[in-house]
C-alpha cells in the first residue's frame, strides 16, 4: 500500500488525500478513459468551456452597453427585449451578467496562478531544503492556517483597500497554504529517493532537481487542487463582493450584483438571483471538473474505476 | 446520466419558483390591491383622534448605531441620550431653537457672557434636582475632557442662584448658545457616586426614558421614568430599539408586524411602505450630498473655477433625485434645501447644461476632456455611478474609487489630523442638515469642524468675511439675510456641487403616533408619542 | 499519546505567538486612523473633538507607543486576561466577546451538529442504496450544497420563507433564554445556511468512503457469514468510513466560523461574524485581534481533538 504523506481538505468539501508516488503523465490513456466516463464531468467541463467563450466573447455576447446608466429604463422586469430585466440604472442585467464573468474568470484564474506559483516554491524550497527554510516557511503557513478563507481575504483586502485587483491579491495569499503543504509533503518524500540522490552525485544544481524531478511530480495533485480552488475563489470574491470590498462601479461582478440586486428583492427579485444562479452554476462546473481529474489521477482508485 | 438530470431538474425548480415569485411582485397593481393580512391598511384615518393613550411598549427599528451608551465626557450618549435625558436647548420643526431645559437665556455681546435661565422642578432620574450646579458641572466635565465646542472661549461659569448659570466668553458669537446649549445634562450624583466605568454604561438623565439593558449593535431597553418634568408624559411605558442594519429585512419586519416604527428608513424602503399603507414622516432635514473638489492642494487642476463650474452643469440633478429619489429626493440648486432659513427662492445658478459645460472645459484647455478619479463610499455608490455617467457625457472620464468607510472617512475628512485628502473629486454627505448659520459655518467656514478641508482653497475673502459676520450678526431676521448671502456666495465660489437632499423618514405601522423626528434628525423626542389601544 | 498531545500543544502555542504578530501588524498597517474613522462617526451627531482630544485618546488608548510596544502590552494584557478596550464600542473587547461568542458559538455548534447527523446520515443512506432513487435525490443535492453562495441562500430564503410565506421571522436573534420558541424560529435559517456546506461536503464524503470500507474483504467477509445488513453496516461500515470524515469535521468549525461572518451580516445577528466585520471596517484593532486570538485557540483545538479521535476510531494509527 502507498503511504500517505498528506491530507487536505479541498474547500469544495471533499478530503484529497496525497500518496508518496504519485501517478505520472504518462498513464495518458488511463487518465482519458477515467476523465471522459462520468457525464457530470463532461457536464462540468461544457459548463467551463461556454463560460470561457462567453468571457472571450462578451462584448460581442452582451445586447447592452453594460456600464451605461439609462435611467429611463430603470428597473424593468424581465421582458423579451430585455431578458433578465434591468436594474436601478437602467443597464440590462442579461449584459452585465455576461461581462461578470470576466471578473469572475480574472479573479479565479489570476489568484490561483499567483497563489499556486508563491505556494508550490515555498513548499518544495521548504520541503527540499529542509532546516531553518523549512521551519520558517512551514510555520508562516501554520499561521495562516487557522484563518478561514474569507477572514484572511477580508483582512488583505482591507489592508489595501477595494477594488479588483486587491481583491486578487486578497484571494491569491489567502489560499497560498494548500499548495504550500502538498508540494512540502511531495517534496520531503521523494528526495529521499535513490535518483534524486543520484543526480545530485553526477553534480546536479538544486534548482535543476526541483524543477526537473520534484516539480513534475507534484504536478498531478496541484492541478486537483487548482480546479477545486477555483471554484471557491469565485464564492469567495462574491461573499467579499456581498460584504463590500470587490469590484468598484459601474464593473460588473457578480456577487456585488447579488448585493445591488438585494435591496430591491421585493421590485425585481431575478436581479440577485440570477447572478447567484451563476455563481452556483460556475463553482458547480469547476467542482466537477476537479472531482473528474481527481479520479482519474487518484492511485487510489486506480483499478476500481 | 441520472445525476445531471436530477440537477437540471433542481434548477429547472428554482428557477420557475423565483419565475413564479417575480412575476407576482412586477405587478404592483396586484400586490397593492391585497396587501399581505399582517400589514393591514391603516384604520387611522376613519377613528376620530381621540388624544394621547397611555401605556404600550414602542418597538423601534434602527439601522445602526448603539455602538455606545453613557454620559458625553465618555462619548457615550451618542443617540441613546436622546431619550434618556435633555438638553438646554432644542429645535422645532421650522429649525428654530428653543427652549428645553433652559427655559430662556440672554445673550451680551457687550460683555460677552451667556446667562441661561433654568427650568424648575426638574428631576434626574436618581432623584436629585437639575439645577445650576448640575448644569454647571457637566459643561465642566465636557470642558475639562474637551469635548464642548468652542471650550476655549469659555472664561468661567458662575452660579447666579439655583436656577441661573452665566458664561463669561471671551468673545460672544452668534452659535454661542447653540453650541453651548447642546450639552445633555446627567446627574452629577450618580457619576460621583458609582464613578466614571460605572457611568460609561449607566447614563442617568432626566428623563424622559431610562435605560433598562441594551446590548452594542442590538438592542436598547428603555422605560419611563414617573417623574418625568412635563407632567403626564410619556405616554409609552418603554422603548425597545432594535438595531437591524439590513432595510430589506427591516422592511419585513415591518410589514409582518414585528416592529411599530422604523427610524430613518432608507427613502426606497420608507416610499414603498408607504405605498402599502403605512404612514411615513418625510421630515424637513435629511443630509446634504455634495460632489467636491479638492482645492486644497495648489498643484490641483481643479483651482480653476471654470472647471468646477463645468461639473455643476454636466451633472443632470433632477435626473438623478428622479432616477434614485422615488419622489423624495430635492435636487439641489444650492447649499441649502428649500424652506430652509438660507434657501434663496428662484436662485439656481447653474441648472444642468452638458453644452455650457463643454464649452467652460474648452475654455479652461481641456477641450479634449480630462481623466480625474471620483472617490466615493458603499453609501453614495450609487450617486457616483449616475455623476460617473454623466460627466462621460461632457469628457470628463472619471474613474470611481470605492473606499471603504474607514478609508473613505481618512480622506474624505482629510486635512483634519493629517489625513492625506482626497485627490481630486469625491461625493460625500455633509451634516448641512442644520437650516440655519451653524450647519454653513460649521460645514463650510474658514475652519469647518467637520474636517473636509480639502474644499478650502476655493474660498474667496467674500464668503470668509460673511462667515465672519454670521458670527457676529445677533439680530435673528439680520441672521437670515447673511445665512442666505453666504449660501449664494458658496455657489459664487463654486466651493461645492450641491447635488441631492435626502430625507430622514420614519415609517409607522398602524396606530402609532409619532413625530419625533420631525423637528430634526440629530433631536427626536419620544416623549409625546403613543400607540392606539387595539 | 501524552507525549503527543504536549508535543502538539507547544507547536500550537508557537502558532498562536505567530499568529498575534500576523494579525498585530497586519491591522496597524491599515490605512487610516481608528481613532479619525470613530470622529468621523460621532460628528453627525453634532459633537465635536478637537485635535487635542484626539491625541489624548490616542495616549490613553496608548496608541502613540511605537509599534513593538504596543504588542508587548496587548500580549502581556492577554496573559493577564484582558484583550483591552475597543475604540469604537469604548468598552472592553473582554465584554464586548462575553456577550458576542455565545452567540456565535450556539448556532455554530447547532449548525455543526446538523451538518454531522444529517451529512453523515444522508451520505450513508445514499452509500448503501446506491444507484437507487434515495441516492439520486440526495447525490445531487450535495453537489448543489458545497457550490451555493450562502449568503445567496440566505437572501433566497428570506424572500421565499419570510416575505412571501410569512412563516419565519426574517431576521434578528433573541436569546433562547428570553425567549425560546421565537429564538428558535429565529434560527432555522441561518443555521441551515452556516451548516448546508458542511452537511453537503460530511455527505459526500460519507458516501465515498463508505462505499470504499463496503469493497473491503473483511466487510465482504461479515456478509458471507450470513451477518444482517444492520450489524454488518452499524457494527463494521460505519467506524471505518469515518476518518476522512472525521478530518472535515475539524475544518468545518475553521469553515462554519468564516460562515457566520456572512450569515450575521445577512440575517442581523449580533455575533462576532459582524463583530468582526464592522472591526474590519471601523479599524478597531483590539477587537479583531481579540476575536482572532480567541477562534485560532478554537481552530488549534478542534484541530488536536480530531487527530486524538483518528487513534480512537482507527487503532493502527499511531502516534509517531
Known sequence: MVKKIE????????????????????????????????????????????????????????????????????????????????????????????????????????????????????????????????????????????????????????????????????????????????????????????YILAQRSMGSGHLRIMLRHILPNAFPPIIVLITMMLGSLILAEAGLSFLGIGIEPPGAAWGAMVNDGYKYLQDSPVLSFAPGLAIMLVVFAFNMVGDGLRDALDPRLRGLL | MKIIYSILVITLLLTIAMAGCAEKTTTPAATSASPPASSAAPSVTSTAPTGPQSGGTLRIIRNYGVTNVGYPPNDGGMEQGQDVTRRLINWDEKGNVVPDLAESWKEDPVNNTLTWNLRKGVKFVDGTDFNAEAAK???????????????????????????????????????????????????????????????????????????????????????????????????????????????????????????????????????????????????????????????????????????????????????????????????????????????????????????????????AGYSKGLQTTLLCSAMSQDYATAIQANLLAVGIDAKIDLADFARFNSMYMSGFFGGEGFPELAVGMVGIDLPFATGLIRHFGPTPMTGILSINGAKSPEFLALCDKLYNTFDSAELTKVTKQSVKQVSEDALVVPLLKTPWASVMAPGVHDDSSTAHNVVWNLNNSWIEKK | MTAFIIRRLLHGLVVLILVTILIFFAMRLLPGDPLLIYLAQRSQALQDLPPEVIEQLRHEYGLDKPLPVQYINWLSGIFRGDLGDSYFYRQSVGNLLRERFPITVYLGILALIISIIVGISAGMLAAIRRGKWLDNVVTPLTYLGVTIPIFWLGILMIYIFGLKLQILPIAGFTSPFVDFSLSTRQLIMPVICESIFGIASNARQMRSSMLEVIRQDYIRTAWSKGLGERVVIFKHAIKNSLIPVITLIGMGVSFIFGGSVLVETVFAIPGVGRLFVSGIFNHDYLVVQGITMVMAVVVLLVNLIVDISYGWLDPRIRYG
Open chain 2, 137 to 363: 458641572w457637566n459643561m465642566e466635565r465636557l470642558i475639562d475632557t474637551k469635548r464642548l465646542t468652542e471650550a476655549d472661549k469659555v472664561k468661567s461659569l458662575d452660579i447666579i442662584d439655583t436656577y441661573t448659570l452665566k458664561m463669561s466668553l471671551t468673545d460672544l458669537n452668534s452659535q454661542a448658545a447653540i453650541n453651548y446649549g447642546w450639552v445633555a445634562m446627567y446627574s452629577p450624583a450618580a457619576v460621583k457616586a458609582n464613578g466614571e466605568e460605572w457611568a460609561k454604561t449607566h447614563p442617568v438623565g432626566v428623563g424622559p426614558f431610562t435605560l433598562v439593558d441594551w446590548s452594542p449593535d442590538n438592542f436598547v431597553n428603555l422605560k419611563k421614568f414617573d417623574n418625568y418634568f412635563v407632567k403626564g408624559t410619556p405616554y409609552l411605558d418603554g422603548i425597545n430599539f432594535r438595531v437591524i442594519p439590513d432595510p430589506v429585512s427591516a422592511s419585513a419586519m415591518m410589514e409582518a408586524g414585528q416592529a411599530d416604527l422604523w427610524f430613518d428608513a432608507p427613502t426606497k424602503f420608507a416610499a414603498d411602505l408607504e405605498k402599502k399603507g403605512f404612514k411615513v414622516n418625510w421630515a424637513v432635514t435629511g443630509f446634504f450630498w455634495g460632489l467636491f473638489a479638492n482645492t486644497a492642494n495648489p498643484d490641483s487642476k481643479w483651482n480653476n473655477k471654470k472647471l468646477r463650474e463645468a461639473l455643476e452643469y454636466a451633472i443632470d440633478r433632477p435626473g438623478m433625485a428622479r432616477a434614485l429619489g422615488y419622489g423624495k429626493f430635492e435636487a439641489l440648486t444650492q447649499v441649502a434645501p428649500k424652506g430652509s432659513t438660507g434657501y434663496n427662492d428662484g436662485y439656481d445658478p447653474r441648472p444642468y447644461n452638458p453644452e455650457k459645460a463643454r464649452q467652460l472645459l474648452a475654455e
Open chain 1, 7 to 194: 491530507t487536505s481538505v479541498g474547500y469544495n468539501g471533499s478530503v484529497i488525500d496525497f500518496y508518496k508516488v504519485p501517478p505520472r503523465f504518462t498513464e495518458w490513456h488511463r487518465f482519458r478513459r477515467v476523465f471522459l466516463s462520468r457525464k457530470i464531468v463532461l457536464f462540468g467541463m461544457v459548463i467551463l468551456v461556454l463560460l470561457i467563450f462567453t468571457a472571450a466573447f462578451a462584448n460581442f455576447l452582451a445586447p447592452y452597453d453594460p456600464y451605461i446608466p439609462d435611467m429611463s429604463n430603470s428597473l424593468l422586469p424581465p421582458t423579451a427585449k430585455h431578458l433578465l430585466g434591468t436594474d436601478i440604472f437602467g443597464r440590462d442585467t442579461l449584459s452585465r451578467l455576461i461581462y461578470g464573468s470576466r471578473t469572475a474568470l480574472a479573479v479565479g484564474f489570476i489568484s490561483v496562478a499567483i497563489a499556486s506559483v508563491i505556494g508550490i516554491s515555498l513548499g518544495i524550497v521548504a520541503g527540499y531544503y529542509g532546516g531553518i527554510a523549512d521551519i520558517l516557511i512551514m510555520r508562516a503557513i501554520d499561521t495562516l492556517m487557522p484563518f478561514p478563507m474569507i477572514v484572511l481575504a477580508l483582512l488583505v483586502a482591507g489592508l489595501l483597500g477595494g477594488g479588483i485587483h486587491n481583491v486578487i491579491v486578497a484571494l491569491s495569499i489567502a489560499t497560498i497554504p494548500p499548495y504550500t503543504r502538498v508540494t512540502h509533503g511531495l517534496a520531503l518524500s521523494i528526495k529521499e529517493n535513490d
